[in-house]
């Protein structure tokens, strides 16, 4: 690779806009990179029969007819099956980021199925509620990878056209495993669930083995053919056009390190007022998602529908929300494209709260001796539509937000900040929701939840800035009050100096000689 001309973004922006024309990239299949995209999703699905298995199972570890040990479950040790998942997803967030950036996206993949295998191992095997314990902070694990990795390993495999396409997967494939979950539990035997679902992750962990490694790891790791091998694949063939988007990656990668070995990173975070405000909105809106009651209704839809005494069972009732959550996800992608992120996220929060102050009326009138048998659907309506404005509003659009707040070397940790809080809060929250219901009621745990999405519809209004169709350098500018202090309007590099891993073969026509130095601008 020594002497290899190398291509700058000058050279590189003006070649492109010289043959925009006759660019073949969206001229070639984008099978591979939907195959990827379904494979990888596999273990999302997984992840969402994680969530919603405490629905069907803890009703039958609470009945006399105990499956594992000698005596029911108590509320208190329900409680700790719905929080340990979080738990473990706060220990394998760091782990599985780690093994993902020292030995590839691939390989991190494929780890993350070990612990989903283990878990539902241990809850077929299993004799003792110790063990029920063990293997829902097995799924944590599992789960921490999972949301970490996914997004990952296909915002780096996808072309920018599809990129919100296939990012939408991951709430899709989510929330089709919790409406599974649903489904099987209700009409299969405890252990017979357990094993159906034992096989979602193995499926994940037979077909993932065939994907390749992300071209971008690659070029990180300076294996520049295997990065073009691996693009080749993704994007169904070879072509001039496939060298041009290697060496943008190569030339990205090296902008970010540049960036990255000039700024100190915390100094950022705690006194520069854009990206302090953009780690406090992250991390307000992460722990508004979970304070606003989504996961406990998730966590624990058949229990409540029983205490609803509603006419439809509580199978009926889970499969109805489920089939909701489904629906709301698919619509979420479009919904945010039109409307925009904030309208949609205010709207998300204002529609929960009030389902929460309706859903606590119903149980409020219930405690008080009203008959409220004619009324039985109120609670699957106000369940179903908040849990869809969640599906459909804060739970996409705060994912979105975490991508498109921050600043490029401050993204991984800000973004790992807020989701740290937004697990903290489940496990919190989880926990103590049986606890909260014996001190104020479940109508005033209900309550509590609506204020939280008040309150969070509030921030939103104040501080939140509309996202949609902006770059990451004018929403700082936004939150900062003032022109970007941290992003240098021009910055120089002495191409000849380029990393080895950063060169990319004569790809460009007229390319210069790494002799001659070149301005790259860093934005």
């Known amino acids: 690779m020594e002497g290899v001309p190398v291509a700058t973004v000058s050279s590189y922006k003006t070649y492109t806009q010289q043959q925009a024309p006759v660019q073949t990239g969206q001229r070639r299949s984008r099978r591979a990179q939907y195959i990827a995209a379904i494979v990888v999703n596999l273990a999302t699905f997984s992840y969402g029969t ?99 990795l996914v997004p990952i390993y296909v915002g780096e495999i996808c072309e920018d056209s599809i990129r919100g396409t296939l990012g939408s997967y991951l709430a899709i494939f989510g929330n089709i495993g919790v409406l599974f979950s649903y489904v099987i539990g ?62 943008k990656m190569s030339l990205s990668l090296k902008e970010i390190q540049e960036r990255n070995s000039c700024r100190s990173l915390y100094k950022d975070l705690l006194l520069d007022r854009g990206v302090r405000r953009a780690l406090i909105i992250g991390i307000a809106v992460s722990a508004t998602q979970m304070l606003s009651g989504a996961y406990v209704i998730l966590t624990y839809t058949a229990p409540i ?56 009326a119903y149980f409020y009138l219930q405690d008080q001796g009203v008959d409220l048998t004619k009324a039985g659907f109120i609670p699957v309506v106000c369940l179903g539509l908040h849990l869809f404005s969640s599906a459909a509003g804060i739970g996409p659009v705060n994912m979105v937000l975490l991508s498109e707040l921050f600043l490029p070397h401050v993204r991984s940790t800000s973004a790992s900040i807020s989701t740290f809080v937004m697990a903290f809060t489940a496990i ?68 000849r100096d380029t990393p080895k891993e950063y060169r990319v073969q004569g790809i460009l026509p007229n390319a210069k000689s790494p002799s001659s130095e070149h301005d790259i601008c860093a934005h």
Not at 311 to 321: A, D, G, N, Y
Not at 331 to 344: E, H, S, T
């Open 50 to 148: 994680c969530v919603g298995w405490p629905s069907s199972a803890i009703p039958t570890l609470q009945s006399s007819e105990v499956p594992t040990g000698k005596n029911p479950v108590t509320e208190d040790e329900a409680s700790w099956i719905g929080s340990l998942m979080f738990v473990g997803f706060l220990c394998g967030t760091p782990i599985f980021g780690y093994i993902s950036d020292k030995f590839g996206r691939k390989v991190a993949g494929l780890l993350i199925a070990v612990p989903a295998i283990i878990s539902w191992l241990v809850i077929i095997l299993c004799s003792s509620i110790h063990l029920i314990f063990v293997a829902r902070f097995l799924s944590g694990l599992s789960t921490g990878g999972v949301l970490l």
């Open 186 to 247: 209700s009409y299969t035997l405890y252990h017979d669930f357990a094993i159906i679902c034992l096989s979602l992750p193995v499926l994940f962990l037979v077909t993932f083995l065939w994907m390749p490694e992300t071209p971008i790891y690659l070029l990180r790791k300076g294996e520049v053919k295997e990065a073009k091998r691996s693009l080749e694949w993704f994007r169904g063939g070879k072509g001039k056009d496939l060298e041009e988007e290697l060496t």
């Open 305 to 360: 529908f029983r205490m609803t005494g509603s006419e439809l069972s509580p199978q009926v009732s889970s499969m109805i929300v489920g089939s909701l959550l489904v629906a709301a996800s698919i619509l979420a992608c479009p919904l945010m494209d039109r409307v925009g992120r904030k309208v949609l996220l205010v709207f998300s929060e204002t529609v929960m709260g009030i389902c929460l102050i309706a859903l606590g």
């Open 428 to 495: 919190v929250v989880t926990k103590f929701y049986s606890d909260l219901n014996n001190a104020i009621g479940i109508y005033g745990s209900y309550w509590c939840f609506a204020v939280c999405c008040f309150l969070g519809a509030i921030f939103s209004v104040t501080y939140v800035p509309e996202t949609k169709n902006r770059d990451v350098y004018s929403i700082y500018a936004e939150l900062s009050g003032k022109e970007s202090s941290i992003i240098p309007v021009k910055k120089s590099y002495n191409m």
